[in-house]
């Protein structure tokens, strides 16, 4: 998904690079498949053999979060297998920029992704319109982080879209009623690029298939593209339904360089300490990381941290390999705050969705402040911050599933 830009198939047809396989099935799972391994969606509902092949002229890089390989409505894969030149790269952000910098582009090279810079491709005489697009595929806050982190896209001339109506993707949240997918705003751009190349209408309409089958089939309208009722009980399912997947963490960042002069907004503050708890079967994940915070006493003393809970240190790179070990692919991270969960979007581990729970719209009936120990923390005896305020997001998962029966 994507604003004005950028926001998914068989993998054998089209140009896909991706760095972290997807995990290698079992004989039992291939004897009896469910999905469709290259759209990911239920056999009943795939749509691969209706994409149509079109004969593009504009090579298309469409430079994809990791995150986003395996949703199954991410229209990347609708695109890919589609168009006779494009290619898919899959990544973590850091891993994208490594291999983005060494890659030969065209001379006529441009970035799809609005700015006060961008130029309108609508506007663009046929000598001035681009041979190569790069496409930026993802949430909006991703697309967002993907041109922060990927040093090049910034030197790219940059082309834009003027949408004249609504994005159609309805099964999925825009930032803006404007705001289009990566199959929409990717065939929008090379309708404007080449106008005589046939075959995209035909793209749009499978796109359109996929919603409207998904929207008939779908049992309640909780992913629908449509803004809740005020006051509603926004509680994800699975809250309140799987449990065992969830992981309750809270991160304390490093102290600010507030006072530094010298100091850049380059890189946001990186994890300090981490702690989380998996609710179903209480492993307990903690992690201090390598910080010059550590030698502020007043911030430490605010902390709480004992010398054992700071040893061993480790290196970012480190964390993220022992949370990426701790983290399963079912899995899903609920935060307190939304802050807590950019702490490991800013460093490239977020692994699974996180869920914040200050979003949902009921209060917790504890506080902070409460001294009360939940049982999957018991064996815990630390009495530093981060801890007891993992134990309040803890309590507040266990009031969401003691008042199950409430929300449905």
């Known amino acids: ?30 004897d ?46 609708i695109v890919g297998q589609s168009l006779e030149k494009c290619r898919v790269m899959v990544a973590y952000n850091h891993e994208l920029a490594e291999r983005f910098a060494t890659m030969p582009l065209s001379d006529s090279v441009g ?31 991703h697309a967002k982080t993907l041109f922060r982190d990927i ?21 999925r949240r825009e930032p803006n009623e404007h705001a289009l997918s990566t199959l929409e705003a990717t065939v929008a751009a090379l309708s404007a690029i080449e106008p005589t190349t046939p075959g995209f209408d035909r793209l749009v309409d499978v796109f359109d ?48 360089n507030i006072d530094d002069e010298s100091a850049t907004n380059a890189h946001p503050p990186a994890p300090l300490f981490w702690n989380a708890v998996r609710i179903g079967s209480g492993e307990f994940f903690r992690c201090a990381l390598q910080s010059d915070s550590l030698n502020d006493e007043s911030f430490m003393n605010r902390l ?48 699974v969705p996180s869920i914040v729970l200050k979003s949902i719209s009921l209060k917790p009936q504890t506080k902070e402040d409460d001294p009360r120990t939940p049982a999957v923390l018991a064996n815990q005896t630390s009495d530093s911050r981060p801890l007891r305020r993992l134990a309040w997001a803890v309590r507040f998962v266990e009031e969401l599933v003691a008042s199950k029966s409430k929300l449905q």
């Open 32 to 77: 009896k498949p469910t999905r469709c391994h290259v759209c990911f969606r239920p056999r009943s509902l795939c749509f691969c053999d209706l994409i149509p092949k079109v004969a593009n002229q504009t090579d298309v890089l469409i430079m994809q979060n990791r995150r986003e390989r395996s949703h199954p409505f991410n229209t990347a894969r």
């Open 304 to 351: 709480r941290l004992t010398p054992d809970e700071l040893h061993p240190l480790a290196s970012v790179n480190e964390f993220r390999e022992r949370w990426r070990s701790f983290i399963r692919p079912d899995d899903r991270v609920a935060v307190f705050h939304r802050s807590t969960a950019k702490l490991l979007e800013d460093i490239q581990a977020d692994f």
């Open 111 to 141: 970035l799809l992704y609005p700015g006060d810079n961008a130029k309108l491709l609508s506007d663009l005489a046929p000598e001035e319109r681009p041979k190569q697009l790069v496409v930026i595929d993802g949430t909006w806050h």
């Open 209 to 256: 298939r996929m919603i409207a089958d998904q929207i008939g089939h779908s049992k309640s309208n909780w992913r629908l593209n449509e803004t809740r009722r005020r006051g509603s009980a926004n509680v994800p399912r699975v809250l309140t339904e799987n449990v065992d997947n969830i992981v309750v963490a809270y991160g304390e960042q490093e102290r600010g």
């Open 151 to 171: 040093p090049r896209l910034q030197t790219l001339p940059r082309y834009r879209l003027a949408p004249s109506q609504p994005g159609r993707y309805r099964i």
């Open 1 to 30: 998904m994507a604003l004005f830009t950028p926001s998914h198939t068989r993998i054998s047809r089209f140009p896909i690079d991706i760095s972290s396989p997807l995990p290698n099935k079992t004989a039992v799972e291939s």
